[in-house]
């Protein structure tokens, strides 16, 4: 497995600052998650988050999309906000869930415009909600704040039986800053820690999924998303710690674990 | 003046597409604007949005944004949602006006997301809203749901005095999608349209801030934003009918008017 960027020592002087600034903070117990299978043709549909996030898909971009996250059996389909009606409506009586965004992708609104977000994605039938975490505020060293902000959408999620992913853009920041993220999260109650939006200026990373698994242990959800286009890529991230996979492209995975695509 | 990419025959037919399917839809009349005084050294300043909008950005960020739209003064700073409350608080008393985002930069929340976007951030003293359209439904021509989306916004702005910028992310649109969408916008009560949201494959094009001044004819804004970063680019913009620049360097646009600085 590879090695993450950090010493244990360091990581676990980021945890204690992460523990001073939230001292008095009550989050959300993390929800146990099975140790993953090992992925084979058969298996590794169910890691993946068959997604479609740009800003110009159309209802029948979402329609194919919904088609063949059906076909497959992909762990969901991950669509923008306004799309979820749609999705829920397809996959209707399947095991796909529906995944959505909130916040995304900056992570830059407010606490309230990402409650109202994954209120009216649940109401809609989202069973996933893959937040953007407070960019800058966690690079400011805000830890409280961007945990506080991490609570309010688990704390709508939860008591309706959502699971909800804390995308930190790796690609922004710096080990220590994972790393800390990581904690933050994980002390608000995420259920998942995500490494990438595919808007910023950069995807996952296998040394940053084996970084995020040593800091959250073994009980939180790690996704490795952007960037991530063939089953090569999608069993490093898994061997690195990754438990499920964000790709544009989770047909094509799936095609070349069956060995049918090069 | 640079030629739209579209004759007016072309533009006389997609507006009329776009009010055949807007029959029955009552929106918002336009607020008039004054025509733009021609910009010099003492004048570019209060075309210019200063803008901050990077994920990374820090408190500390926006503080230095908003010394030194105080300083210049600027039209506005424009600040993700989160920031408001803080760029309110340092530009009070001040004719610098903060403008934020909404469902920025996808555009593909729902529409109650971005209303209630809208609202924190009038609550919080925002007096310019620039939101994304709902890209991928313009390009699917589904024109009355744009305009819905777009209306919901300017419900909640109007009645407190404040401006809706609709950003179009032109760069992802055909010349006819951007006139039906200019069409779309005027019909729901915008303010403004604007080129772009820095996020997306390109920035401003003369030839597109030709082609939405067209459009939308003399009673509208014109925002040109995304990769303006010189005072003689302004100019090109303001020739071509820009009424606003969107600019992350306002301050360098400034002291190029004013010779002190290359």
Known sequence: MTQPPLTPDALERIR?????ALQGFH???????EPPPPPGPETIARYI???LLKPEATPDDIARLCATAREFGFASVCVNPRFVPQAVAALRATPVAVCTVVGFPLGATTTGAKVHEAQEALDAGATELDMVQAVGLLKAGLYRAVAED????????HPRGARVKVILETALLTPEEIAAACFVAQAAGADFVKTSTGFGPG?????????????????????ASGGVRTYEQALAMIAAGATRIGASAGDRIVR???????
């Open 16 to 20: 204690r600052a992460v523990d001073d």
């Open 27 to 33: 989050g959300f117990a993390p929800l146990p998650l």
């Open 49 to 51: 988050d068959h997604t």
């Open 150 to 157: 991490i609570a309010a959408v688990v704390g709508v999620a």
């Open 203 to 223: 995807g996952a990373r296998v040394e940053d999924v084996a970084l995020m698994r040593a800091a959250v242990g073994p009980n939180l959800g790690v996704k």
């Open 256 to 262: 070349q674990a069956q060995g049918r695509e090069e």
